[in-house]
């Protein structure tokens, strides 16, 4: 064999390798942290579980993508990321402010990049017992004053990244 074709060899395992990787990763997430949430006029709240081996790495940053936006008046929303503990016995839980922002203009999808240490760091000195921790976002009009329009956001499953992009 040639030297190229062992090259090639070697870079076609590696990248099978890799795929496995990537897929064995997204295996282990469970089910609901891989369903994209809809957030609505109605139900302005979901959530996404995080996995324990994100707790202990405590990534920086959290990306949150809003991959749909129907909102034909044109309302202005923010969307508030938090951390919520829960245990068996508080289902609410408590909420830890990771960030928020405003779509803008307010009927176009987009990504956007929020630093996750403040709220790690609340996190490990809030509630000392075990629980779950989650994900919630929570949909907001910025005036509140104004009648309600019909709102429907669709917020991607969360990204954590070592660093920004």
């Known amino acids: 064999m040639s030297a190229g074709a062992c090259r090639w060899l070697v870079c076609a395992l590696l990248l099978c390798a890799i795929a496995q990787v990537r897929s064995v990763a997204a295996g282990s997430q469970p089910e609901e942290a891989r369903k994209s949430v809809v957030l609505t006029s109605q139900q302005p709240l979901g959530a996404f579980p995080v996995t324990p081996e994100i707790l202990e790495s405590k990534p920086p940053v959290l990306f949150v993508s809003i ?3 129907v909102n034909p008046e044109r309302t202005g929303i923010e969307i508030f990321v938090y951390f919520s503990h829960t245990t068996k016995d508080n289902v609410k839980g408590q909420r830890i402010l990771v960030g928020n922002f405003g779509l ?4 176009k999808p987009g990504g956007f990049q929020l630093s996750t240490a403040d ?5 490990k000195t809030g509630k000392s017992e075990r629980g779950e921790v989650n994900v919630v976002v929570e949909m907001r009009r910025m005036h509140e004053t104004r009648p309600r329009t019909p709102i429907e956001v669709t917020v991607s499953p969360p990204e954590w990244r070592s660093k920004p992009e």
Do not use: G, H, T
């Open 119 to 123: 709220a790690f760091r609340k996190l």
């Open 67 to 69: 991959a749909k936006v």
């Open 104 to 107: 803008y203009p307010p009927d």
